[in-house]
């Protein structure tokens, strides 16, 4: 069942109304998180709240609930929706005032979240197409403005592509529209491209660099260009909501033999694994 808390309050997601006066509304002043709920347990919870905290505190929107209290919110989430395997959505805004740029001189900040359920798919490989990265450079903020994201993502699908990979004015690989970039070169480098304002440092991102530390694999967080994607013997992308998911062509070349590489598989099989201990553990 989808379910929704807005301010304090339960409701159907679709008996949830904000102002047309709040600022997520208005102006995208807003943070947010995507969290997977997979076997009745919130994956990679912790990490999502200090994400969100951090994405908080450097747009100065205050914390609506102290510390302790966004786990228990998240967790009567999942209870209320009754669902297994659920996506959470959660939204902070700098709440409600007269439209004007500039902060209101106080400000109760506007909270939303969602739970509804989702079957996680794993599998099949994905086609993916490359755009300029027309973002802001703060990339590393999850902001709720997400215009560019939402227009390459549609050039995307509009191509028959299921992802864009966004590029930066060097011609480097930044990221996914909502997922992190990854390659394995011919000669067995995995990379990804480093933290910095460039990119959103996904919470699925650091599991698998986590995974692959634990597992000894060599990697490298590195900017990596497109040619050298497009000469790459694998690609994936990686994300909350598509997990570890293969690339086997970009901009309509195939990636390797054009289907999903050898490592790709493995750690796709790896991922789903650690996500099942994960949520008997808990
Ligand atoms: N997006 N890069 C961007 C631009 C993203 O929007 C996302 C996630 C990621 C992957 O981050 P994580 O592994 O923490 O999900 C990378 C979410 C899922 C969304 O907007 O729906």
């Known amino acids: 069942m989808s379910i929704a808390y807005l301010n304090g309050h ?48 450097e747009v100065r929107i205050q914390s609506p609930l102290d510390a302790s209290a966004w786990k228990v919110l998240l967790e009567e989430a999942v ?24 902060f209101p001189d106080h400000h109760e900040s506007a909270l939303v979240v969602t739970a509804r359920r989702l079957r996680f ?8 197409i490359t755009i300029p990265d027309i973002r802001w450079k703060r990339c590393d903020i999850k902001s709720i403005s997400l215009l560019p994201n939402v227009l390459g993502k549609q050039q995307a699908k509009d191509s028959g592509a299921s ?49 692959a530390t634990g597992a000894e694999i060599a990697f490298s967080e590195r900017p990596f260009t497109v040619n050298e994607a497009k000469a790459a013997r694998e690609a994936f992308i990686t994300g909350t909501t598509v997990l570890v998911t293969p690339v086997v062509r970009i901009d ?25 201990n994960q949520g008997k553990e808990t």
Do not use: C
Not at 121 to 128: A, E, P, R, Y
Not at 253 to 265: D, K, L
């Open 163 to 211: 992802e864009a990979w966004m590029v930066d004015s060097g011609g480097q690989v930044t990221e996914g529209t909502l997922s992190n970039a990854w390659i394995v070169t011919e000669r067995g480098e995995l990379i990804t491209r480093d933290v910095s304002h460039a990119i959103l440092n996904g919470i699925t991102r650091q599991a698998v660099l986590r995974l």
């Open 10 to 57: 339960w409701s159907k997601p679709e008996d949830a109304k904000i102002s047309v006066f709040d600022r997520g509304f208005m102006f995208g002043d807003g943070v947010y998180e995507v969290m997977p709920v997979y076997h009745g347990h919130i994956f990679t919870l912790d990490q999502h709240i200090a994400r969100l905290k951090r994405s908080m505190a």
């Open 79 to 102: 209870s209320r929706s009754g669902e297994q395997n659920a996506l959470i959505y959660l939204q902070v805004t700098r709440g409600v005032a007269p439209r004007s740029h500039a």
């Open 121 to 128: 798919l794993q599998g099949d490989g994905v086609d993916v």
């Open 252 to 276: 309509g070349e195939p990636v390797g033999n054009g289907r999903t590489g050898e490592f790709t598989a493995k750690l796709l099989a790896f991922y789903a694994r650690h996500m099942d």
